[in-house]
């Protein structure tokens, strides 16, 4: 036993040495006889063996695992960049807490994989592993075997931890997750470094952040259990700032001031001052000629001079957030309309806004306000059909902030401007949804380059990536129609950084029935197993019958039969009307998918014209995508990839050509089939030729397929990245068809390939 095995005397009540984490009694000790153990030294090879595997497991499935990753990762408002490697703590946390197949993690697959070669002894404790938490430690002492004694900052747990991972010259805060090994632990990949000056801070944001996740009842192990990915986004924002950790209480205090210290600070601004001529700091910052005055008056501020002025509250402290708030003029708000805007009309609207806000808003909240407006505009081009309408909207933007001051409901501000509250309503939405939607679109382009590819099949229901987005779009809603937002110019940093900011989670007693099945809709979507999407969906319509998703995923997923599958189909867009209504439709045709409450009827219209193209009923499948169009040009389904191949093969050649001049789109399918409209249209001549090399440049595979060198498999691929195999399979799903029945399209496209 030299070395390898030791006769263990242990007590019953004692800890068994099998590193289970039990009793004896209630391990190894059940039956009364004498038990040879492992001594330490060859436990923890046992256990170092398991990483090392472990490891090469996740090494080898990393680029299968990164789409759904950074799908997680969003979800949790994480940059893409800090998930997908398989060294990062939120990969880590990937590995350990989140389910990826029938509710297991990829820990659990590694070990059922490879539960053959583990010793009894080892999987007594590797079911532990999925219990330990990523935390900060501080270093207390080095022990006489060599072992660090690490003292967690949260729990206060003092652990003896091997010291294979760790530098002697520790002077710092250590982020890492511990993993049990026999008696002691050992770091599962590595470990990062905070200065230990950073410890007032780190302790105070987690504390924050546990109050707000679960309140103060619940201890400090289960929230880093059952938070793990939370605590993931907390510890990149403050290594973030790992730099700044020296003197953070220097740091712009914008960015951390409460809201209620905003409101008492914007009080003060907007009381009348004798320096000032009886003007208040904020009309004085947009009246020309009043500069010095200004100058002056905030010079005065930062010595002191008014510090007992309100409420105790120390103005002299936040000088550098009152010469912020301050900052800017009438003119350079003008400037910004003119340089952002090109339309007249958009410009009016804009410029309208401003007279009504001036002198009740400061600058930096209508400027947030402004730019907002302008990339609406720039992107959607809508119709202004009366004066105030979008001006009144962007008002109860910057009203709504919690610290301005100047609280103002929906209809007392369209009575000020002399508009409906409903089309201040609806305006309010399109602007959000629109802004949200750009967010969307540059999340889309970032994947592009990543392992996840980013178009979508088209589907009735829609892909993980776009999932997430629209609950972060109806999480915005809610939270701005709840008023939780602390500025305007922090709900436009929000909407720019998205992924990076978490938002938070509504209480189940704050949601109508509507939300509440839309929800379990969600949750549904997420499911792996079809009986529980079955499930959930048949639980939303019993809390709500008019959930339209509840039954389009019925439709797709428990329905059977064609005559089954249409009555639900039906059932849906009836009732997707009726919970728009008809007027609904008329006011917001041309801005569908754009506002969140019209996905569900999309879906369900998507999820019907698929089924009828699929059944080989052309014309009225081509109604339904048509239809699409017109209620959202933008075209965020991909409705138009079907109906111009659909097009073609029923030799409507001229709504063929009138859909092709509709859209800008370079995409290798629209490349195709814009060839192969030239050929039936002009043969083989140049211009088709033209059009069909471009294709072949930007997508070689879809060739091998339209003309049977390739199977097209059943199973169609979830995702495809832009020139990919995956993209060709569905492009020939889309479009073999109208090749085929275009007499001598395929043999040309054989002839050129050649």
Known sequence: MKGEFALFKVGRNEICPCGSGKKFKRCCGEEDKVLLFPSEGVLIEEFVEVKRLFFRYLQSIENTLNPQIQRAGFEYGIDPEQCVSWMGFFFEWFAFNHPIKEEMTIFNLFIKDNLPHFSDRVIKQLELWPQSYISIYTYIETLNNGNFLLEDCFTRDVLEVNPSAIKDDIDG???????????????????????????????????????????????????????????????????????????????????????????????????????????????????????????????????????????????????????????????????????SLVDDSYKEEALFAIEKMIGEYYPFEINGALILFSGYCNRYQPIIKKRGSWASALEYLVSSNQATGSYYTQKEISQKYDVSATTLSKNLNLLVDGSMEVIENLYMEDMEDLEDPYPEILTPTPGNGRRVTEVYMNQVHKQLQNKNFQSIDELNEYMQTLMKNGIPEASSEDLSNEEKAQDLIYKAWEKSRSKDRIRLAKEALKIHSNCVDAYVLLAVEEATSFTDKE????????????????????????????????????????????????EGNLEQATKHFKEMLELNPNDNQGARYILLPIYMQLDKLKEARELINSYEDGSPQWTYNTALYNFKVKGGKKDAKAWLKDALEENHFIPYYLLGFNVIPKKLPEFFQMGSKEEAIVYANNALDAWENTKGALDWLLSVIN
């Open 173 to 339: 805060l250590l982020v890492l997750r511990l993993l049990p090994m026999g008696k002691s632990y050992d770091i599962f990949h590595g470990y990062v470094t905070l200065p230990i000056e950073a410890i007032d801070k780190v302790i105070t944001t987690f504390e924050d952040a546990k109050s707000h996740k679960v309140g103060r009842d619940k201890d400090w192990k289960k929230f880093l259990m059952n938070q793990g990915a939370f605590v993931v986004s907390l510890i990149i924002d403050l290594l973030k700032d790992v730099h700044d950790f020296h003197d953070y209480d220097d740091e712009d205090e914008y960015h951390h001031l409460p809201p209620y210290e905003q409101f008492l600070i914007k009080r003060f601004l907007q009381k009348p001052q004798k320096p000032l001529q009886g003007k208040s700091p904020l009309e004085a910052c947009l009246t020309p000629g009043f500069d010095k005055k200004l100058d002056k008056f905030i010079q005065n501020v930062g010595n002191g001079k008014y510090d007992d002025g309100d409420r105790g509250l120390l103005l002299s402290d936040h000088i550098d957030y009152i010469i912020e708030v301050l900052e800017g003029s009438l003119h350079e708000l003008k400037d910004l309309v003119e340089t």
């Open 567 to 614: 009555k639900m189909y039906l059932e849906a867009l009836e009732r997707g009307r009726m919970v728009l209504g008809e007027n609904y439709f008329n006011e917001n045709i041309g801005h569908f998918w754009l506002m969140t409450e019209t996905r569900p009827y999309m879906r369900a219209k998507m999820g019907f014209a698929l089924l009828l193209w699929k």
